[in-house]
């Protein structure tokens, strides 16, 4: 029995998938990608947020006003935020089914075109509750994948904002 593993096997199961649903693969990718991206602009919403508050605490003639505004604008970009991220789960979920389902599909099609009596050689049945005890590994290593591709492209875009703002500070990102 050939075992099939690496680059290859991963490129075969992206492409069945995108057969069985390619639109939904898409925007769960994208999803994940945008999700990923959120996280560093949180993160600099609450330090802005920080900064205002310190900001206003020190001019006592107009910093209520503005600080409140400002608190206004950083509730509306977590709203977004947090609808994305609901997003997110909802296609990953939708994502996790279409894949059950294409599985059900792929092993349902195959075990219909098998004679009867193969049922009966125990070295088959091995086989064939081997095959369905590991099938999740599929769909766990296509979520690695994509998380993997993510936290690259999350960490490209973070470093090289660190970057544009200052050599020195991307430095010390780049060594931690």
Not at 41 to 51: G, H, P, R, T
Not at 67 to 88: M, R, S
Request: net charge positive; with cysteine.
């Amino acid at each position: 029995m050939k075992k099939h593993r690496g680059l290859f096997y991963q490129l075969y199961v992206w492409k069945r998938i995108f057969e069985f649903e390619g639109f939904l693969a898409i925007v769960y990718v994208l999803a994940t990608l945008v999700a990923g991206l959120l996280l560093p602009v949180e993160a600099f919403a609450f330090s802005k947020l920080i900064d205002a508050a310190v900001k206003s605490s020190q001019n006592t003639t107009s910093g209520n006003y503005t600080f409140i505004v400002f608190i206004i604008a950083v509730c509306f970009v977590l709203l977004i935020t947090k609808l994305l991220h609901n997003f997110n789960d909802h296609v990953s979920f939708i994502f996790d089914l279409r894949q059950q389902n294409l599985r059900d599909k792929i092993a349902s099609d195959r075990l219909l075109k098998v004679q009867p009596h193969y049922y009966e050689d125990p070295i088959f049945i091995k086989l064939k509750s081997k095959i369905d005890y590991n099938l999740w590994k599929i769909s766990n290593s296509l979520k690695r994948d994509v998380d993997l591709i993510t936290s690259f492209i999350v960490s490209f875009f973070t470093i090289s904002v660190f970057l544009f703002y200052d050599y020195k500070v991307a430095f010390i990102v780049l060594l931690s």
